[in-house]
């Protein structure tokens, strides 16, 4: 059996509180781990600390430029047994989309619709929860009650296929 890590994430950045506004949820960001650490975060965000608008597939790193700027970030962590051959598809389309990094874009345009109750949905544009739920249902991970795209951050802690392992500062986790 592997481990994967979902981070549930609040970043405090304008963004994430407009977000934590509108959904009355105190975590407004989703990324995955291949590690127990969480050193590194696969998800869809600024790819730039200093742009909002400049987003895309990232790799953020804990001891990164943009956890370095937003220290204060509180996430929740779980931990989820996946099989060898799901372990390899999701480490396989991870690379795939870190190759191809330029071709995948922040789906700035499907939030309202989506938030409306209309599917949007298109082959390389993400949100962050939209792109985890993509890869846990195509991997075989998880297979959702609901359209992927309408996956939001809350709905994780509410999956049942996890253990909580953490809950804190990001950067205090080890």
């Known amino acids: 059996m592997n481990k994967i890590y979902l981070i549930l994430m609040h970043t405090y950045t304008?963004?994430?509180?407009?977000?934590?506004?509108?959904?009355?949820?105190?975590?407004?960001?989703?990324?995955?781990?291949?590690?127990?650490?969480?050193?590194t975060i696969y998800s869809f965000g600024r790819k730039k600390v200093s742009s909002i608008l400049d987003c895309g597939f990232v790799i953020e790193h804990k001891h990164g430029e943009f956890f370095h700027k937003f220290n204060n970030t509180k996430c929740k962590i779980y931990e989820l047994d996946v099989d060898e051959e799901q372990y390899k598809e999701l480490k396989k389309i991870l690379d795939d989309m870190e190759i191809n990094a330029e071709n995948y874009?922040?789906?700035?345009?499907?939030?309202?619709?989506r938030f409306l109750g209309i599917p949007?949905?298109?082959?390389?544009?993400?949100?962050?929860s939209y792109f985890v739920a993509d890869v846990l249902e195509k991997t075989g991970i998880?297979?959702?009650?609901?359209?992927?795209?309408?996956?939001?951050?809350?709905?994780f802690e509410y999956l049942g296929i996890g253990n909580e392992v953490y809950s804190g500062y990001y950067n205090l986790y080890e």
Do not use: A
Not at 14 to 39: A, D, Q, W
Not at 120 to 128: E, L, N, R
Not at 146 to 155: M, R
């Open 14 to 39: 304008i963004p994430s509180r407009v977000i934590r506004f509108v959904t009355m949820y105190p975590y407004s960001h989703v990324g995955l781990s291949l590690e127990k650490e969480c050193n």
């Open 105 to 113: 874009k922040y789906d700035f345009t499907g939030i309202i619709p």
């Open 120 to 128: 949007i949905t298109t082959k390389s544009k993400y949100v962050c």
């Open 142 to 155: 998880y297979k959702f009650n609901k359209q992927v795209c309408f996956i939001k951050p809350k709905d």
